[in-house]
Each structure stands twice: as structure tokens, then as C-alpha cells.
């Protein structure tokens, strides 16, 4: 158990929904990390948040955005779903920024999204 | 060409092989280098972590770099039907977008008893 949580396990929704996917870092860690994972482009990564800010981007739609709250807990809304959103969604804590320091990040379960 | 190429597998050898797990790189300025495992349906963990070039031993695990070559591997020595999971290289740069995780697509393990 890596000490980070992801609700909910698995969603079903529809074409056109949004949803929330809401993750809690490990205690003491400060930043936050959401990946996507796809059969097809692997594990991807969208957005960093450190201490409630937004830090870095990667490959994140306009459609999806996410934002970290005063008690460091961090969710990523999913809007106007797709079929192709269809993935694993990962989220993961480091205790640091980033940058040139080793800083591991731990990963959580995950949430599998399947959009009908 | 994609910044991380990984072999997909899947990857089947017998109990107590030696695995060879490999993946290249593109981006000159990856300076920290990652295997991680991921068990079917869960996340994935951190198995081995190098900084720049060089050999790290951990256990059963070797994890190599080589930067001149562009190239990092991972050798599992003795393996069980418990390391069977998917393997995935990640590397980044120092600072900035450059600190950013970049994964390559995983290699699936499969150790046969």
C-alpha cells in the first residue's frame, strides 16, 4: 500500500458526462501528480500540483482540469467524456516539487473510467 | 520518434531465469532513471531508481545506464512467478518541464513455475 487513496475504483458513465476524480496523497507530501493510462499511449502524464498550485502540464485536454485543496487532497474533472477517454487514471504524491532532487513518487490504485 | 521506446513483450521465461528488461531514449537532458512494477489492476511501484550513468544492485535487481548509448536496462536475476507484472522505464530531466516523468509503454513479464 503506497499510502495514496483514489475514489471511486471504477466509473461508468456515458458520452457528454463529466466527472470527479478525487485523490489523497501520502501524509506529508506536497505535491500531486495525474497520469492517464491507455493500451495505446501508455502512462501518461497530465498535470502537477504542489502545495495548492498548479506546477506543471503535459498532455492534459482543455476538457479535463484539476485543482489541489488547503488540505492537499486533489481531484481531476473529466468533461464532455469521449469514448477515447476511456482509461486507467492515475494519481501520485511526492514529498517535493520536483526537479534535481530524487523525488519518488507513489502511486495509487487508480480509477478505471469507461465511458459508454 | 517517441521519447522513450520500450519492447511491449509479452516476455515469458521459466522460473529461475535471468530477465533482461531494456528500453532507449531520445532526450539527451534525462538525467534520472526509473523502473517501476505494476501488478495487473493496481499502480504502479518504484523498483529501482539511478542517477546519470552506472549500475545499481538491489537484491535480485540490477538496474544499468547508459547515457552514451542512450540505453537502461533492468536484470532480474533468478526470477519467480511473483515478478511476473509489467515493467516500465521512466526517466526525466532536472527542473522545470524537464522534471516531468516520462514512461515507456511496459513490458509484460510472465515467469512460468
Known amino acids: 500500500d503506497s499510502g495514496v487513496t483514489q475514489t471511486p475504483k471504477h466509473l461508468i458513465t456515458a458520452t457528454g458526462q463529466r466527472v470527479t476524480l478525487r485523490c489523497s496523497p501520502r501524509?506529508?507530501?506536497?505535491?500531486v501528480y495525474w497520469y492517464q493510462q491507455s493500451l495505446d499511449q501508455g502512462l501518461q502524464f497530465l498535470i502537477q500540483y504542489y502545495n495548492g498550485e498548479e506546477r506543471a502540464k503535459g498532455n492534459i485536454l482543455e476538457r479535463f482540469s484539476a485543482q489541489q485543496f488547503p488540505d492537499l487532497h486533489s481531484e481531476l474533472n473529466l468533461s464532455s467524456l469521449e469514448l477515447g477517454d476511456s482509461a486507467l487514471y492515475f494519481c501520485?504524491?511526492?514529498?517535493?516539487?520536483?526537479?534535481?532532487?530524487?523525488?519518488?513518487?507513489?502511486f495509487g490504485p487508480g480509477t478505471r473510467l469507461t465511458v459508454l | 520518434q517517441k521519447e522513450v521506446e520500450q519492447d511491449p513483450g509479452p516476455l515469458s521465461v521459466p522460473e529461475g531465469a535471468i530477465v533482461s528488461l531494456n528500453c532507449t531514449y531520445s532526450n539527451s537532458a534525462f538525467q534520472y532513471f526509473m523502473w517501476y512494477r505494476q501488478y495487473s489492476r493496481k499502480g504502479p511501484e518504484l523498483l529501482m531508481y539511478t542517477y546519470s550513468s552506472g549500475n545499481k544492485e538491489d537484491g535480485r535487481f540490477t538496474a544499468q545506464v547508459d547515457k552514451s548509448s542512450k540505453y537502461i536496462s533492468l536484470f532480474i536475476r533468478d526470477s519467480q512467478p511473483s515478478d511476473s507484472a509489467t515493467y516500465l522505464c521512466a526517466m526525466r530531466g532536472y527542473g522545470g518541464s524537464q522534471g516531468n516523468l516520462i514512461f515507456g509503454k511496459g513490458t509484460k513479464l510472465s515467469v512460468k513455475p
Open positions: 501520485a504524491s511526492s514529498p517535493l516539487i520536483g526537479g534535481g532532487s530524487y523525488n519518488e513518487q507513489f
Open positions: 501524509s506529508g507530501d506536497l505535491s
